[in-house]
């Protein structure tokens, strides 16, 4: 009988992941045209060659909040919503890439 282990989640990362989508969230909601990185992100991702299934759906999430609503308020709000679209968008952080000016 072979055992299998449950991966232990890595909480460095995913606590270092939410902090960076916090800060992106809240230079969204200073600077509401930064909307626009985002989709170009999700642009630029969805037309690579090789992407990984989960990512893929994490971008069909997220488009489907930019076509219920283009107030920077509500998308903030759903993608902190702990249900199944804001934890798939979420989970990629390089989709905020740009946004957060260091």
């Known amino acids: 009988m072979k055992r299998t282990r449950k991966r232990q989640p890595n909480k460095r990362d995913d606590s270092r992941h939410r902090t960076f989508i916090i800060a992106a969230l809240d230079e969204l909601k200073a600077h509401p045209s930064k909307l626009t990185i985002i989709k170009q992100n ?58 957060v000016n260091d």
Do not use: M, T
């Open 42 to 99: 999700c642009q630029h991702y969805k037309q690579q060659a090789h992407l990984k299934r989960s990512l893929l759906i994490a971008i069909e999430r997220f488009e489907w909040v930019f076509e219920v609503d283009d107030d920077v308020d509500r998308i903030i709000e759903q993608i902190l919503a702990e249900d199944y679209i804001g934890n798939r968008i979420r989970r990629y952080p390089l989709l905020f890439k740009g946004v």
